[in-house]
């Protein structure tokens, strides 16, 4: 990160300001849509989880300074993120009667050839994981989606790594059992 | 059988690896926008104030950030206001006590309104020289424009705080409200109020039973 200039009787802040605003901004390219994805994923509403992205970086923006460095950007993006969107389930104790929206108006369905059989499988699969439980449906899509080592799991969720590998394969395995049940609601949080 | 599920595992360990790809497409065409982004600014401008606020240690309280020093002034104005309610109670009559003690007994951030913003509701306990004892309830709104608090409501209650204050589910609301006990002059005599908003304004429920 940017050192801050040295204090000037008119300088400082406009200068600082603007500092802050082209890291929030490359931010928001950079995370923003995986922010975004992450944050669907708990809260499985679209405009929710923009509301959310919106001040995950918003929150972001007011602990630039305290960005400490000991981990990644992402990794700690990522933790805002789950603790917005955990706040944001508990204030509206929406937790359970949440329903996913209808993914499909996102993607290229709207075509007849795209519902090849190859398609719909893909669909079950993402329609299996999004009915998860929220404690395994994290864990897989860190993984699986954004990619990140059960160490940084750890990190952004606030639990060891073992618990998170209990819960990647757990979850691994509830998914099993859904895809092969075509699918299923399981709606237990 | 061990063979159909191994096969079936392999599938799903197959399909969680394509699981980005599957995603992408899915969510093609829904992004972080430019207006999405362009509105996180003109919030961070709003909130600029709050980043430029040095802050020495971590915060004590488990607020965010942002509340921490609202809250603090949301307190000092409750104190402020009970003076003045203290004031007023002591030139109220002839031989008003001269002295009037008070307690905070109760502090909480609660969603009353159930819109995901919460206010702070706090509970005073009044003791006086005379007779005089009262609980006092006060709850403040967060204005989102402004990022100051705004008193909302005050209602006293007869009689001694009996505690614990409990915020309770409003059946008919989104939001939750906060139920407030107090004894009266004798061990027999119990008062109950419930506290909500409702709409636009806070109503209280109260319940004078013996």
Known sequence: MAENEPAGR??????????????????????????????YSYLRDREWAQDA?????????????EFSGQSSYYTWIYRITVNVCRDALRKK????????????????????EAMAVENITAQEVVHAIYSLPVAYREVLLLHYYHDLSLKEISQVLGITVPAAKVRLLRGRRRLEGLVKDGGGHDQTE | ???????????????LRQLR?????????????????AHVHRMADQYAWLARTPSPSPPQTGLRPGLRWATWAAVAAAILLLLIWRWQSDNAGPGAPGEVAGQPAYAAL??????????????????????????LALVWQRQSETSSWQLLYTVPLEGQLIPP??????????????????????????????????????????????
Not at chain 2, 166 to 188: E, F, H, T, W
Request: with cysteine; charged share 25%; hydrophobic share 35%.
């Open chain 2, 165 to 210: 204050v409990q915020v309770i589910k409003a059946p008919d609301s989104p939001g939750k409200a906060v139920l407030v006990s107090s004894q009266g002059s004798s061990a027999a005599e119990t008062h109950s109020m419930i506290l909500r908003i409702d709409g636009p304004v806070v109503r209280t429920v109260s319940d004078n039973g013996s």
């Open chain 1, 10 to 39: 008119h300088g400082l802040e406009p200068s600082d300001t603007e500092r802050r605003h082209a890291e929030l901004e490359y931010l928001m390219r950079r995370f923003g849509d995986k922010v975004l994805y992450l944050a």
């Open chain 1, 53 to 65: 992205a919106q001040e995950v970086f918003l929150r972001v923006y007011l602990a630039l300074d």
């Open chain 2, 1 to 15: 059988m061990v063979v159909a599920m191994t096969r079936q595992s392999n599938n799903a360990e197959k399909q």
């Open chain 2, 110 to 135: 609660v969603d009353l309104d159930g819109e995901g913003e919460d206010e702070l509701v706090a509970v005073w306990q009044i003791e006086g020289t005379l007779d005089l004892r009262q609980v």
């Open chain 1, 93 to 112: 104790n929406r937790y359970i009667c949440t329903e996913p929206d209808n993914l499909a108006q996102y993607g290229d369905t709207a075509d007849p």
């Open chain 2, 21 to 37: 790809s599957i995603l992408r497409q899915t969510f093609r065409g829904w992004t972080f926008s430019p207006s999405m982004r």
